[in-house]
């Protein structure tokens, strides 16, 4: 075989490191992107803020992110892990062990369990409100630190989900603790504020918060018989039987739901409040001489430059003993433009999607109309990884709340007459139907497919109960009142 040499022209796409860190800017939400340029500042010493000397103050835009009506759950706040749990678990444990065989249990120690790493701020906030109290109760010191080791074992939501016999089985032998022990220490903890802390399930919190109302409270006994013994057929909504068992007319059977439905299923949840996080809406939608405006958010944008000194140094000298701070120049300036472009860009999507979303804008969620990336893409000239990238975690502030760029596109159900109506206005017509319906005859998921098909929207039963379980809507057996 004759070997030789030959020529060949190919074109392919080769993603440059500045085109490399576009894509990663366009990405990030506004957070990320200002946790990306500190970064940047940190370690390129030609880059610097325009506005270093304004105090970082929260921008008056910052919206909390419980507020704003969004698509995903991205900015929501984290829950604690489990291994959270077990390390504060284990912390109550290693009290045992200390000098006196049992611990110290004092406002010192209390203290100190807090400042330990592992244990998170607002899980505790409730410990140290039991604690408190227990500190306040005449009972032995050795109760007292059992009570305090069953604290210790309370989940996010104030149960005591643990096996007391296992919890035992945990403790140093020489202790003398067993499960008979645990379980008078738990009495304990069930009488302390907030009322149901340390039930063992739904049925024993709501029974404990009803023992805590005062006793000629109308038709306590009632509700306790219901939460104890028929919870079951209480979820069901089978008021029929519910009525037998109790023998009462509805009136009576009305006020027993009241004071039940008023009842707090997780008692801790005052105290695990996590942490409030902002959005930062990355544009503003006005309307200005009859059109809607999309504007960027100045708040949202950082200011950057290249920092003059070392300019002006490199302009001076242009040896290779510069050729470090020649480099970081060039990513100073990479990073101004990409920024720029990121933001740029992010503004021609939103006016692209406002336009073809006024009516949303001028009537609200039921005028929404169908719209998929490829249709702001094409009209762009963009990609469609682009403006899926573009719509992801970037917020949109209007004057009915602020939005996730992804909540306008949607897919989309045929019409009788050939058209097409957005799903997002489907919902929005199930829950104003849901929301207008008598309660004793509420819809089912066939009425309100029968309702919409009158109105020339095609949508099978089964597309309703999809939609109707996305907007937390409960199932017509569920939503039949008395």
Known sequence: MKHSLQLKLSQHLTLTPQLQQS????????????????????????????????????????TPASTATT??????????????????????????SLDDGYGS?????????????????EPAKLRDHLLDQINLMQMPDRDKRIVAFLIDNLDDDGYM????????????VELEIDSEALTIGLKYLQSLDPPGIGARNLSECLALQLEALPEDTPYRDEASLVVKQHLDIFAARDYFRLKKLLRCDDDVLRIVQAMIIGLNPRPAANFSGGETRYIIPDVVVRKTKGMWVTSLNPEAMP???????????????????????????????????????????????????????????????????PLVLREIAETLGLHESTVSRVTTQKFMLTPRGIFELKYFFGSHVSTETGGACSATAIRALIRQMVGEEDTRKPLSDSQISEVLGKQGIMVARRTIAKYRESLQILPVNLRKSI
Do not use: C
């Open 303 to 369: 200011k950057l430059r290249i920092n003059r000194m070392y300019a002006d140094i490199l302009h001076r000298n242009r040896d290779a003993s510069f050729q470090q701070l020649a480099g970081q120049l060039q990513e100073a300036k990479w990073l101004i433009k990409n920024v720029q472009q990121r933001f740029d860009t992010i503004l021609r999507v939103s006016q692209a999607i406002v336009d073809r979303q006024r009516h949303f804008f001028e009537h609200g969620e039921v005028a929404m109309r």
């Open 23 to 62: 894509i990663r800017l366009l990405q990030l939400s506004t957070l990320e992107l200002n946790q990306e340029i500190e970064t940047f500042l940190q370690e390129n010493p030609l880059l610097e803020r325009d506005d270093e000397e304004e105090a970082p103050a929260p921008p008056p835009s910052l």
């Open 161 to 172: 989900t643990q096996d007391l016999v296992e919890l035992a089985a945990l403790l140093p």
């Open 105 to 121: 249990f004092s406002g010192q120690d209390g203290d100190d369990d807090s400042e330990a790493p592992q244990a998170a701020a």
């Open 71 to 96: 698509s995903s759950e991205s900015e929501s706040a984290p829950a604690p892990s489990e291994n959270e749990h077990a390390d504060e678990r284990s912390a109550g444990e290693t009290d045992w």
